[in-house]
């Protein structure tokens, strides 16, 4: 009874493995904070203004993701577009 969380998480792991993904993520908050946990949503003027052409902007992608309308939707705001050949997808 007097284990400590941590080593709560181990036993977590052995014994029930279906659960440990949501105690990990409890531990992360209750330690760290909720800032931890939750992404920001994203923000492509953002992204855009701290990129250069030496720092260019890399996605990683996850199923179900695809980061094309966002990227469209911005380009064609500033501009940028296939028909004026800036713009290549």
Not at 25 to 41: C, I, K, R, S
Not at 45 to 67: A, I, K, M, N
Request: proline share 7%; charged share 15%; net charge negative.
């Amino acid at each position: 009874r007097d284990v400590q969380t941590f080593h709560r998480l181990f036993l977590l792991r052995v014994l029930r493995p279906d659960r440990i993904g949501a105690a990990l993520t409890q531990y992360v908050v209750d330690l760290l904070g909720n800032e931890f946990v939750e992404q920001a949503p994203f923000n492509m003027l953002q992204t855009y203004e701290e990129s250069t052409c030496s720092t260019p902007l890399f996605f990683v992608l996850f199923p179900g993701t695809d980061p094309t309308p966002v990227v469209t939707a911005f380009a064609h705001q500033q501009g940028i577009t296939e028909a004026n050949g800036r713009f290549v997808n």
